[in-house]
């Protein structure tokens, strides 16, 4: 558990400005105030470096013999031992690239679907982003059954709630780690035990939850787990990982020339290089910020490269509960109703995502005059057509939400705070 002591704003230390000096876009309007992170990350130079440095020494097809061709093969080749330690893969062949984490999630309920037979139960959430939702729904013409987890009032999920849903024809449990929308951190690992104990497997959106805390695919005890780079400081594409001994069996669609082996059997086509490469130096970011604040606290270098992404990660969850405490603080002032978690001694169960309404005001209204003010923030349903309707929220207005990254300041979210107040006033 986080001491909650030492969250109160400006108590914990980060180097906030020397983070903020690596990301040129949060240069580019001086007074301009992102909180739109959850749309998508900006991206350190690092990373910026890297798309542009593939795209000028080998913008060209893999699998050639000529050197630039070979350049590209070893570039994907790291891009995979990096995502690998990222999330604590054992293989690296168990990393495979694509477009981003809805294609993924359709390309594995495919095959999923293909093997359904007497386990034909397939367990969803109200929580989720649609994509982890609809995509599983479409198994339903193909003899599926779904079961809902559903949240309680406290808009949470509870574990003890999915064990009675698990039988012995549940084939799947799929739910995200940390919702896009309210900001709420699910007990994977818990679910991961119940849904094996059962004869299950578990797919993980963890797309929302990768900027905030650390991945672990070992702990969370999970099969599968999607990703959308561009929410973890990289270019637009995607990840999926799989258990290498599931994915040797998934039967996926690939062309005859391709080997019936993962990782070349779940990606299909060609898939952009260059923003690969930028999802490796998105890792490398990491492990240099790792490697920085233990330079600062003199502990000395990290061991290994997963040390210093733990270190990295640890330090941001400790300064982003600070930043979910202030935004909190702001938020009640103003009289908002936040959805989720919003008691502030259980902060350590969300990530700096907030779901809000103002009452009077239409969503997009706060969402305009934020933006007449210099600040960024989103208004409608966050693609999640069936969490709106539990928060008794019309679908064509929604809600507004505030997300903040490790990058954003306690100042951001004071300043944040003098709007939203002025909003209430009606100035």
Same mark, same amino acid.
């Given at each position: 558990?986080?001491? /909650?002591?030492?969250?109160?704003?400006?108590?914990?230390?980060?180097?906030?400005?020397?983070?903020?000096? /690596?990301?040129?876009?949060?240069?580019?309007?001086?007074?301009?105030?992102?909180?739109? &992170?959850?749309?998508?990350?900006?991206?350190? /130079?690092?990373?910026?470096?890297?798309?542009?440095?593939?795209?000028?020494?080998?913008?060209?097809?893999?699998?050639?013999?000529?050197?630039?061709?070979?350049?590209?093969?070893?570039?994907?080749?790291?891009?995979?031992?990096?995502?690998?330690?990222? !999330?604590?893969?054992?293989?690296?062949?168990?990393?495979? @690239?694509?477009?981003?984490?809805?294609?993924?999630?359709?390309?594995?309920?495919?095959?999923?679907?293909?093997?359904?037979?007497?386990?034909?139960?397939?367990?969803?959430?109200?929580?989720?982003?649609?994509?982890?939702?609809?995509?599983?729904?479409?198994?339903?013409?193909?003899?599926?059954?779904?079961?809902?987890?559903?949240?309680?009032?406290?808009?949470? $999920?509870?574990?003890?709630?999915?064990?009675?849903?698990?039988?012995?024809?549940?084939?799947?449990?799929?739910?995200?780690?940390?919702?896009?929308?309210?900001? +709420?951190?699910?007990?994977?690992?818990?679910?991961?035990?119940?849904?094996?104990?059962?004869?299950?497997?578990?797919?993980?959106?963890?797309?929302?939850?990768?900027?905030?805390?650390?991945?672990?695919?070992?702990?969370?005890?999970?099969?599968?787990?999607?990703? +959308?780079?561009?929410?973890?400081?990289?270019?637009?594409?995607?990840?999926?990982?799989?258990?290498?001994?599931?994915?040797?069996?998934?039967?996926?669609?690939?062309?005859?020339?391709?080997?019936?082996?993962?990782?070349?059997?779940?990606?299909?086509?060609?898939?952009?290089?260059? &923003?690969?490469?930028?999802?490796?130096?998105?890792?490398?970011?990491?492990?240099?910020?790792?490697?920085?604040?233990?330079?600062?606290?003199?502990?000395?270098?990290?061991? +290994?490269?997963?040390? +210093?992404?733990?270190?990295?990660?640890?330090?941001?969850?400790?300064?982003?509960?600070? $930043?979910?405490?202030?935004?909190?603080?702001?938020?009640?002032?103003?009289?908002?109703?936040? /959805?989720?978690?919003?008691?502030?001694?259980?902060?350590?169960?969300?990530?700096?995502? @907030?779901?809000?309404?103002?009452?009077?005001?239409?969503?997009?209204?706060?969402?305009?005059?934020?933006?007449?003010?210099?600040?960024? !923030?989103?208004?409608?349903?966050?693609?999640?057509?069936?969490?709106?309707?539990?928060?008794?929220?019309?679908?064509?207005?929604?809600?507004?939400?505030?997300?903040?990254?490790?990058?954003?300041?306690?100042?951001?979210?004071?300043?944040?705070?003098?709007?939203?107040?002025?909003?209430?006033?009606?100035?």
């Amino acid at each position: 558990m986080i001491n /909650q002591e030492l969250l109160r704003p400006n108590t914990v230390h980060f180097p906030s400005d020397e983070v903020r000096s /690596q990301f040129p876009a949060l240069h580019q309007e001086p007074d301009f105030i992102f909180f739109d &992170n959850a749309a998508g990350a900006q991206i350190p /130079q690092v990373v910026f470096d890297a798309v542009n440095r593939h795209l000028l020494h080998c913008n060209v097809q893999r699998g050639g013999r000529y050197p630039r061709s070979m350049e590209v093969d070893a570039v994907i080749e790291r891009a995979r031992g990096s995502v690998a330690v990222l !999330i604590n893969a054992r293989d690296s062949r168990e990393i495979a @690239f694509g477009m981003n984490a809805t294609s993924f999630l359709r390309l594995l309920s495919l095959a999923i679907g293909r093997t359904l037979e007497t386990r034909n139960e397939i367990v969803v959430t109200d929580l989720d982003h649609e994509a982890n939702i609809a995509t599983w729904l479409q198994l339903e013409r193909e003899g599926a059954r779904v079961v809902w987890w559903k949240m309680r009032e406290d808009h949470s $999920l509870h574990v003890e709630d999915l064990a009675p849903l698990l039988t012995s024809r549940t084939r799947l449990v799929a739910c995200t780690v940390a919702s896009h929308a309210l900001g +709420s951190i699910v007990d994977v690992a818990t679910v991961g035990k119940l849904a094996h104990a059962a004869g299950a497997e578990v797919a993980l959106d963890c797309v929302h939850y990768s900027p905030h805390a650390l991945i672990d695919v070992q702990a969370f005890d999970c099969d599968y787990v999607v990703c +959308s780079g561009y929410k973890v400081f990289a270019p637009h594409m995607g990840f999926l990982w799989g258990r290498l001994e599931l994915l040797h069996k998934l039967p996926t669609f690939r062309e005859d020339f391709i080997p019936d082996e993962p990782p070349g059997k779940i990606e299909a086509g060609t898939f952009i290089y260059e &923003n690969v490469a930028g999802m490796a130096a998105a890792v490398t970011y990491l492990e240099a910020l790792g490697n920085s604040l233990a330079a600062e606290k003199e502990i000395g270098r990290s061991t +290994s490269r997963r040390d +210093s992404i733990v270190r990295a990660m640890a330090s941001i969850r400790e300064y982003e509960s600070t $930043l979910s405490l202030a935004m909190l603080e702001e938020l009640e002032s103003a009289g908002a109703v936040v /959805q989720g978690v919003r008691d502030k001694t259980r902060v350590s169960e969300r990530v700096p995502t @907030f779901c809000f309404n103002v009452a009077g005001v239409a969503p997009a209204s706060v969402t305009q005059i934020m933006s007449d003010r210099g600040i960024a !923030i989103r208004d409608g349903h966050m693609y999640a057509p069936r969490l709106m309707k539990r928060l008794d929220r019309d679908l064509e207005t929604g809600v507004n939400r505030a997300s903040i990254l490790h990058y954003n300041t306690i100042e951001e979210i004071h300043e944040f705070g003098k709007v939203l107040c002025d909003i209430v006033r009606g100035r």
